[in-house]
């Protein structure tokens, strides 16, 4: 079992900077990828971005691209997710997830574990 816990939330005006954070703890060995997925209100969940445990690959979703970035701290077992001009359309539920899958992967099928989702909002 892999435990995830995110942290970071909270309100912020467009075009302002949030960093989203997410502790990993459990059989994190077990794991290859992380990854960010947001959720609006009335929406299904959407990819966000994802990076692999080892390598300098990232993956964002064309949304984001450009203005998030997602990192990693091995030591700490952490995830990172840098959001910049901010818009109020990415006013979400964001969850990280973790896959046992090797590469990049942007379906939720592919992840085994998630954490519970941290409030973002961006207001206008």
């Known amino acids: 079992q892999v435990y995830l816990v995110e942290s970071g939330g909270g309100l912020v005006q467009a075009g302002g900077s949030l960093k989203l954070s997410c502790r990993a703890s459990g059989r994190t060995f077990s794991t290859d990828l992380m990854g960010w997925f947001r959720q609006a209100p009335g929406k299904e969940r959407e990819f966000v971005a994802a990076?692999?445990?080892?390598?300098?690959?990232?993956l964002y979703a064309d949304s984001v691209k450009g203005r998030f970035t997602m990192s990693r701290d091995n030591d700490k077992i952490e995830v990172y997710l840098q959001m910049n001009s901010l818009k109020p359309e990415d006013t979400a539920v964001y969850y990280c997830?973790?896959?046992?899958?090797?590469?990049?992967?942007?379906?939720?099928?592919?992840?085994?574990?998630w954490g519970q989702g941290t409030q973002v909002t961006v207001s206008a």
């Open positions: 990076i692999r445990w080892s390598g300098d690959n990232t």
């Open positions: 997830a973790a896959s046992k899958v090797r590469g990049l992967r942007t379906g939720e099928r592919d992840y085994d574990y």
